[in-house]
């Protein structure tokens, strides 16, 4: 069975300090992984893919087939980083399969 | 264009009642996905639709069907409601089925109470 795991419910940073968000998954075949967020009062939008190997707003993350982990990792957080953070697995059917999500708080 | 729309943006209904839950995805996207998010939890995979067809359903009861129009909107159905059916409902919408760059656009969702 595929599984999302987002083990921080919340996660409070200081501004400019480091974050990661953790996220493991399990699944057999090759996954899809993806890194949505929800600012407040806006709608859940995509943040990264780990096919795109990109940074965006200064966020990267890794996939580990060894660790089955796919951590989203910021080296200075900023307050606009606050947000509600989510981990998704797409397999090879359709559906997103998200973790429960992790709430950023970065505070001055 | 407006992005992925939904209504009612908010409704509240009691046990036993039905609801129709409406969605209109972005111009020219032809895949429809619903999402059921409860309090807490992440979004919980329902539905797909692409082209009129039902091409994926996740781990819910046959109270809830779901339908793709010729214009590619979309209307999520909930039968015989129960008080556990209380959540956000979103509608995700892509370009195409399933591809590694297929990207889902979320609507801003609609809040379901049940009494």
């Known amino acids: 069975a595929q599984r999302v795991t987002q083990p921080e419910k919340l996660l409070s940073v200081f501004k400019g300090a480091p974050v990661e968000l953790k996220c493991n998954y399990s699944?057999?075949?090759?996954?899809?992984l993806f890194w949505y967020v929800q600012y407040s009062r806006q709608r859940l939008q995509l943040l990264l893919r780990?096919?795109s190997r990109e940074s965006i707003k200064g966020f990267t993350a890794d996939l580990n087939k060894g660790e089955t982990s796919f951590h989203l990792k910021k080296p200075f957080a900023q307050e606009e980083d606050s947000a509600m953070y989510y981990c998704a697995l797409r397999n090879s059917g359709y559906a997103l399969n998200f973790g429960k999500g992790t709430s950023l708080l970065v505070t001055p | 264009d407006a992005g992925v729309t939904q209504s009612p943006t908010h409704l509240i209904k009691t046990r036993g009642q039905h609801v129709t839950l409406r969605c209109s995805p972005i111009?020219?996207?032809?895949?429809v996905s619903w999402y059921q998010q409860v309090l807490g939890q992440g979004p919980q995979f329902i539905f797909q639709y692409y082209e009129k067809e039902e091409r994926g359903r996740g781990n819910f009861p046959d109270r809830f069907s779901a339908r793709q129009f010729p214009n590619y909107s979309s209307e999520l159905n909930v039968n015989a409601l129960l008080l556990g059916d209380s959540a956000l409902y979103l509608c995700?919408?892509?370009?195409?089925?399933?591809?590694?760059?297929?990207?889902?656009?979320f609507g801003p969702g609609t809040r379901l109470t049940v009494l």
């Open positions: 111009s020219g996207h032809k895949s």
């Open positions: 699944y057999s075949g090759s996954p899809e």
């Open positions: 995700a919408s892509s370009p195409r089925l399933a591809d590694p760059t297929n990207e889902q656009f």
């Open positions: 780990h096919i």
